[in-house]
T-cell receptor, first 113, second 115 residues
Framework: DGGITQSPKYLFRKEGQNVTLSCEQNLNHDAMYWYRQDPGQGLRLIYYSQIVNDFQKGDIAEGYSVSREKKESFPLTVTSAQKNPTAFYLC????????????FGPGTRLTVL | AQSVSQHNHHVILSEAASLELGCNYSYGGTVNLFWYVQYPGQHLQLLLKYFSGDPLVKGIKGFEAEFIKSKFSFNLRKPSVQWSDTAEYFCAVNPVTSGTYKYIFGTGTRLKVLA
């Protein structure tokens, strides 16, 4: 069954710690994305990647980092520099960057204590 | 900056009522347009999309949307809602000629359908 998996579903971390959110897809999609979803603000793009070993900053990249070493994986690290990291994080993928719908994972809810 | 506006943040309807959710975007070039839905406890999923051609597009579960280029709008409609349509709806725009390859999402509309 093809899709996107994100783990864990809930994550708790202490302030000042870096944390990495996992995103894996078996759809053979080239493009992958990370969004942050906050109540009343919709989805805001953090980073996106068109192809392996290439990624671009989105609208709110400060305090986040990513890597794309494999086509199927696009992990997101929330660093201690992110001022307000508590949020719901969504990973998505698409066949390409244009003329393609995005497929979304179930999300990870990160709470920083 | 490019943006997507969904003016209705919360909508409450009774079953069988008609639905129209507004979506306006600010970009003068060619766009791809999408409506996504997030049912309670489920993944965000595609309702319908517009790339080109007939500006009236039909999606899943009886939803449709009309692209009006002159108004920069892509409103979502359903003639008769059901309780199971209770969800959050997001409009998204992909500005094709902007070179940024971003998908820009609106802030979402929470729809509650009363049985």
């Amino acid at each position: 069954d093809g899709g996107i998996t994100q783990s864990p579903k809930y994550l708790f971390r202490k302030e000042g710690q870096n944390v990495t959110l996992s995103c894996e897809q078996n759809l053979n999609h080239d493009a992958m994305y990370w969004y942050r979803q906050d109540p009343g603000q919709g989805l805001r793009l953090i980073y996106y990647s068109q192809i392996v070993n290439d990624f671009q900053k989105g609208d709110i990249a400060e305090g986040y980092s990513v890597s794309r070493e494999k086509k199927e994986s696009f992990p997101l690290t929330v660093t201690s520099a992110q001022k307000n990291p508590t949020a719901f994080y969504l990973c998505a993928s698409s066949e390409g960057l244009l003329y393609n719908e995005q497929f979304f994972g179930p999300g990870t809810r990160l709470t920083v204590l | 900056a490019q943006s997507v506006s969904q003016h209705n943040h919360h909508v409450i309807l009774s079953e069988a009522a008609s639905l129209e959710l507004g979506c306006n975007y600010s970009y003068g070039g060619t766009v791809n347009l999408f409506w996504y839905v997030q049912y309670p406890g489920q993944h965000l999923q595609l309702l319908l999309k517009y790339f080109s051609g007939d500006p009236l597009v039909k999606g899943i579960k009886g939803f449709e949307a009309e692209f009006i280029k002159s108004k920069f709008s892509f409103n979502l409609r359903k003639p008769s809602v059901q309780w199971s349509d209770t969800a959050e709806y997001f409009c998204a725009v992909n500005p094709v000629t902007s070179g940024t390859y971003k998908y820009i999402f609106g802030t979402g509309t929470r729809l509650k359908v009363l049985a």
